[in-house]
Each structure stands twice: as structure tokens, then as C-alpha cells.
């Protein structure tokens, strides 16, 4: 079973920055993207970045120029966000989702993290 860990959140002042780091672990032959999303409560999840095998990168309007999301180099299966001019409305809980092959079962999955908290409050 592929299980995914977040870490990272924080709380942070306006303007600064923070990065966010996703791992994920178990049998995995493929992965077809990793996104992080984000849930501020009372609204629904919004997708904030993406990033595809072939290392093509997306990002959400309300997001974009301040938010980076990468893979790790030498770590396969982890990524990161940084995310930069933190603003009090980037306030939500961030989780990291992949999918991809299993190696256990040979099956298509589709795995979420339990997610980090991201404060931005002076």
C-alpha cells in the first residue's frame, strides 16, 4: 500500500516563505503526477500545483509566481512545495496526493496525505 507523508507547515508571518515536502513509500513501479492541494475551511479543495512524471509543472491561478513545486533529485518518490510572499488567505490545511502503478498489485492508485497545517498570521 503506498502511504504519503507531508511535512512542513508551520506558522509564518506575512511575507515570508516555507517549504512543504511530501514522501511517498510502499511498492510504487510508476507515479503519473504529484499534486499538492489545499482546503481552507468552509471552501472546497483547490489544487494548487502539479507536477507530471516528465517533470512538466502546473499551478493554480491564485498561486502562481509564488509557488514551486519539485522533486527531489536523489529521493525518487518526494517532492516539495516552496512557497513564497506568504499571504494570510494561503491559511489551509496542504495535502500532497500522487497516483500511479502499484508494485503490489499491479493496479492504478490514488493516495492522499493527511495533510499539513499552513497558518500565515503576523
Known amino acids: 500500500q503506498v502511504q504519503l507523508v507531508e511535512s512542513g507547515g508551520g506558522l509564518v508571518l506575512p511575507g515570508g516563505s516555507l517549504t512543504l515536502s511530501c514522501t511517498a513509500s510502499?511498492?510504487?513501479?510508476?507515479?503519473?503526477?504529484m499534486r499538492w492541494y489545499r482546503r481552507v475551511p468552509g471552501k472546497q479543495r483547490e489544487v494548487v500545483a502539479v507536477?507530471?512524471?516528465?517533470?512538466?509543472?502546473?499551478y493554480g491561478d491564485s498561486v502562481e509566481g509564488r509557488f514551486t513545486i519539485s522533486r527531489d533529485s536523489s529521493a525518487k518518490y518526494k517532492m516539495y512545495l516552496l512557497i513564497n510572499r506568504l499571504k494570510p488567505e494561503d491559511t489551509a490545511v496542504y495535502y500532497c496526493?500522487?497516483?500511479?502503478?502499484?508494485?503490489?498489485?499491479?493496479?492504478?492508485?490514488?493516495?492522499w496525505g493527511q495533510g499539513t497545517q499552513v497558518t500565515v498570521s503576523s
Open positions: 507536477i507530471t512524471s516528465d517533470g512538466h509543472t502546473m
Open positions: 496526493n500522487v497516483d500511479g502503478m502499484s508494485g503490489d498489485t499491479g493496479d492504478y492508485f490514488d493516495t
Open positions: 510502499g511498492s510504487i513501479v510508476n507515479i503519473n503526477a
